[in-house]
């Protein structure tokens, strides 16, 4: 079992669970989000929370596999060097690292690590983009809330 579906289980055993994946794409944003209706802008604004949730979930998730792969990588080229040194004074440090390098269970790990990281940064770059249109949404509400528009604020409706 990979450490981070292992991690996943302590989780939930302590009750804590990760947010599932939502049940309808990311939204994008509408080109003027004034226009819409109260009602819409809160729904987009959920819709976002949700993804923002489930994508911090699957960034940290990526993480961990990521530092996994980079693990087993360095194990394996540890090994691959041990096995290599003989212990006599011509053995050079550059050739073993090189002997370590070349070993095709390293580089198959080595291209692991790499789809690894690869997959962790589209990954942030995406909840990057969903948390900025998080926030663009939420400035909205809050702008819409201040009183500068129809709905009146908290402070408003209190004072009336």
Same mark, same amino acid.
């Given at each position: 079992?990979? +450490?981070?579906?292992?991690?996943? =289980?302590?989780?939930?055993?302590?009750?804590? %669970?990760?947010?599932?994946?939502?049940?309808?794409?990311?939204?994008?944003?509408?080109? /003027? *989000?004034? $226009?819409?209706?109260? =009602?819409? +802008?809160?729904?987009?604004?959920?819709?976002?929370?949700?993804?923002? /949730?489930?994508?911090?979930?699957?960034?940290?998730?990526?993480? *961990?596999? #990521?530092? #996994?792969?980079?693990?087993?990588?360095?194990?394996?080229?540890?090994? %691959?060097?041990?096995?290599?040194? &003989?212990? !006599?004074?011509?053995? @050079?440090?550059?050739? &073993?690292?090189?002997?370590?390098?070349?070993?095709?269970?390293?580089?198959? +790990?080595?291209?692991?690590?790499?789809?690894?990281?690869?997959?962790?940064?589209?990954? $942030? &770059?995406?909840? $990057? /983009?969903? #948390?900025?249109?998080?926030?663009?949404?939420?400035?909205?509400?809050?702008?819409?809330?201040?009183?500068?528009?129809?709905?009146?604020? @908290?402070?408003? !409706?209190?004072?009336?």
């Amino acid at each position: 079992m990979s +450490l981070s579906k292992s991690v996943v =289980e302590s989780l939930k055993q302590l009750g804590i %669970v990760m947010a599932s994946k939502p049940e309808f794409p990311i939204p994008g944003l509408p080109r /003027d *989000i004034s $226009e819409m209706d109260d =009602e819409g +802008l809160m729904d987009l604004f959920v819709q976002f929370t949700q993804w923002n /949730d489930y994508l911090s979930g699957a960034r940290a998730i990526s993480v *961990i596999n #990521e530092r #996994e792969a980079e693990r087993a990588l360095e194990m394996q080229e540890a090994s %691959v060097k041990m096995s290599n040194w &003989t212990g !006599a004074k011509t053995d @050079r440090v550059a050739i &073993t690292k090189a002997i370590a390098a070349s070993d095709p269970q390293s580089i198959e +790990l080595r291209n692991d690590v790499d789809t690894k990281y690869a997959f962790r940064k589209l990954l $942030e &770059t995406r909840a $990057e /983009d969903v #948390e900025r249109n998080s926030q663009v949404v939420s400035r909205e509400l809050t702008r819409r809330t201040s009183g500068t528009s129809g709905i009146r604020s @908290r402070s408003r !409706a209190f004072s009336a």
